[in-house]
């Protein structure tokens, strides 16, 4: 069965020529022309990708965001005519996977697209069962205790929520502790190889990663900077 894309943008001038580049593409796709008709049309058709545009009448873009966050790991990417960090890192905070502003190239958009499916069928997919389900798997250092399995942060220990993609960079980090790892390998590690898009989305992710395990975010300790290479735990 085709992939389903959920496309919410009030604008039928931009909602129906990307819904037929979609459906032409192969993807099934359902519209919606507002926050409100969005989040209904999710619990019904629980669909595999959302595009989702930010400025929406009535329930804005990062309350709808918001509002499929609590009940799914759907892959969402934002549509938003503004590039102003603040917007990125709001909508990223709110559980986003990714962003790309307008206008966009058709190109851009549809290996945005694929990319964030191929991330979303591949998290969805079950995990093997461990050899010895009692061995729990925890890193635990520098006052950073991350249960894989369980899914939990413990920061000096306070339990701390944290979203999927914070979450998997920061246990690629504390893995190779003491190591550098570059852009590129972070971004490959967590979005994929396949990954389109600029480097800007990966500096918003450990930009809060800190807020949350920094004692002074604006003078990390944790998680160092790199220049010109990347980051480095510990």
């Not at 085709?2 to 496309?7: G, M, R, T």
């Given at each position: 069965m085709?992939?389903?894309?959920?496309?919410v943008e009030d604008e039928e001038s931009i909602s129906r020529p990307l819904a037929y580049l979609l459906e032409r593409e192969g993807y099934r796709v359902t519209v919606a022309g507002d926050g409100a008709s969005a989040l209904t049309l999710f619990g019904e058709h629980n669909p595999d990708l959302v595009l989702l545009d930010l400025m929406l009448p009535n329930v804005p873009g990062t309350e709808v965001c918001r509002g499929i966050r609590q009940k799914s790991q759907v892959p969402i990417i934002m549509l938003t005519a503004k590039d102003s960090e603040?917007?990125?890192v709001v909508g990223l905070e709110l559980g986003a996977d990714d962003y790309i502003t307008k206008p966009y190239s058709t190109r851009e958009l549809l290996a945005r697209v694929r990319s964030a499916l191929r991330r979303g069928a591949a998290s969805a997919a079950p995990e093997p069962e461990p050899e010895d389900p009692a061995d729990t798997l925890v890193l635990d250092e520098l006052g950073i205790k991350l249960d894989?399995?369980?899914h939990t942060v413990l920061v000096r220990g306070d339990e701390t929520a944290m979203p999927l993609r914070e979450f998997e960079l920061l246990e690629i980090l504390m893995r190779h502790s003491g190591r550098v790892l570059t852009r590129g390998q972070l971004i490959d590690?967590?979005?994929g190889s396949n990954y389109?898009?600029?480097t800007k989305t990966l500096d918003v992710h450990i930009k809060r990663i800190r807020a949350r395990i920094?004692?002074?975010p604006s003078e990390p300790r944790l998680i160092s900077t790199v220049r010109g290479v990347g980051y480095r735990f510990g």
């Open positions: 085709a992939q389903h894309i959920l496309l603040i917007d990125i894989v399995e369980r590690r967590v979005w389109y898009g600029d920094e004692e002074a």
